[in-house]
């Protein structure tokens, strides 16, 4: 079968996926699973070997190591009890609480802590916000835009790799520097993300809450609660080892973004200091510690999201390699494509392509060398180019089968884990849209080069 023709199967595949799981209530990740095997096997001629080699290997050990950890905590108690002392201490300024997730994900993320902001901040912000009554997406857009917008910065991390990209194609772009035009993208991006934040934080903590209870969001900026009991003897241990394991994961990525200190020991560390490998460490030390039953947390694993996030990777990897990205990116060489419509595609594409691969290491790379051909054949800025592909790029960062979107699942509580994976992969288009409808109207382009 041709290439096109298996492009078609796996679109339509994942459409009777979607709709079977509504109507029946059927995993989505069976459906897409069995879809893959049969379009890639009986269409495409793979083996089954081939199509089980898309599993995605990074999300799901991720997804695994960090519930084996905060299993432990939510399995004794830690994680609540912590949620209800800090809602304790912001009882007077309920409100506020989005916001300082918000805060302290950006902060974190400036510094270079990279994906270890998520590791600390969204087990605290499921715990403090589900407690206060804060809607779990806005918990994740919280989390999720406050770590990218630090993380953006053009000194640390993500930031730096942007960066690179624009200067390999400097020379192309015009008179003004790559780290000139990378500034006025990073601050384009800072200002969309607080934009965006506040309109989500209206919608979720004002307009939803006053439709389903009939008050203005909360109508009183202070709730009553009786102050929390100390915390227990296994609390306590299990909270130092979480913290200690934060650290672990932390320092060594700070010291090497700032200070770059040389050796063959240092470097070995900081290949070791990794999310995923300090959760399934710590996790073993909790187990020692008998800080909770070893079955009951390996029953907290979330496999509704795992197989669901598992089965669509095999559909969208035999699209790829059917040749999902040539198919979009030729999108871009017809020469008749208005000027105006170039930045909005740029973000839908880079939008879409993120769903499924990765922003840093194929989308951006991908987008980015393309934009000083189409900034000198249509005059437009390649401000607002670049700028449209990173937050196009961004706009899909909660999806479900990204790290970060992954990662938000990890840590919600196990009452809304499979909810989640549908309501952050939902509100993808969301963002997508309100995005690509920003790049239309030029908002992106505001900073000249």
């Given at each position: ?109 400036f510094l270079g802590a990279g994906s270890s902001t998520m590791v600390i901040v969204t087990p ?30 053009p000194w640390t991390g993500t930031g730096v790799i942007m960066l690179g990209l624009i200067e ?154 059917a040749g999902l990205l040539d198919v979009l990116v030729s999108l871009f060489k017809n020469e ?114």
């Amino acid at each position: 079968m041709s290439n096109t023709a298996v492009l078609w199967s796996c679109l339509i595949a994942i459409g009777i996926s979607i709709a079977v799981t509504y109507k029946w209530k059927v995993n989505l990740g069976f459906m897409a699973m069995s879809f893959a095997f049969l379009i890639g096997c009986m269409f495409q001629g793979d083996t089954v070997a081939t199509v089980f080699g898309f599993w995605p290997n990074s999300i799901v050990f991720f997804l695994i190591a960090a519930c084996l950890l905060f299993g432990f905590a939510a399995e004794n108690g830690t994680m609540k009890m912590f949620g209800d002392k800090l809602l304790w201490r912001f009882r007077k300024n309920i409100n506020f609480i989005p916001i300082l997730i918000f805060l302290v994900a950006m902060l974190l993320g400036f510094l270079g802590a990279g994906s270890s902001t998520m590791v600390i901040v969204t087990p605290i912000a499921y715990s403090i916000g589900i407690a206060a009554g804060v809607d779990p997406m806005l918990i994740v857009f919280g989390v999720g835009m406050g770590y990218i917008t630090g993380g953006y910065n053009p000194w640390t991390g993500t930031g730096v790799i942007m960066l690179g990209l624009i200067e390999k194609n400097a020379a192309a772009v015009g008179a003004a520097s790559a780290s000139q035009i990378y500034m006025r993208v990073w601050l384009t991006f800072v200002i969309k993300q607080i934009i965006f934040m506040a309109i989500f934080y209206v919608f979720y903590n004002v307009i939803k809450k006053k439709r389903n209870k009939g008050l203005q969001g909360n109508e009183s900026r202070e709730i009553k609660i009786e102050k929390p009991a100390d915390y227990t003897p296994v609390q306590k241990k299990t909270l130092i080892l979480i913290l200690i394991s934060c650290l672990v994961i932390v320092i060594p990525s700070l010291v090497s973004t700032w200070f770059h200190p040389k050796g063959w020991f240092f470097t070995d560390l900081v290949n070791l200091c990794k999310p995923q490998a300090i959760l399934v460490i710590a996790a073993v030390i909790a187990n020692i510690m008998k800080l909770a039953d070893p079955k009951k947390v390996i029953n907290r694993l979330p496999m509704g999201a795992i197989l669901m996030i598992v089965g669509v990777s095999f559909l969208m990897g035999i699209a790829t390699k059917a040749g999902l990205l040539d198919v979009l990116v030729s999108l871009f060489k017809n020469e008749a494509l208005p000027a105006f419509l170039v930045a909005p595609l740029l973000s839908i594409l880079a939008s879409f392509l993120t769903i499924f691969t990765s922003a840093n290491f194929v989308v951006a790379p991908l987008l980015f060398s393309m934009v000083p051909a189409l900034s000198a054949a249509m005059g437009l800025n390649p401000v607002g180019l670049y700028a449209s592909i990173m937050i196009g790029a961004d706009a899909t960062s909660i999806s479900p089968f990204s790290d970060a979107g992954a990662q938000l699942i990890a840590f919600a509580p196990d009452e809304l884990k499979d909810r989640m994976v549908t309501k952050q992969f939902g509100m993808v288009f969301v963002v997508w849209g309100m995005c690509a409808l920003a790049a239309l109207l030029g908002l992106w382009s505001v900073f000249p080069v």
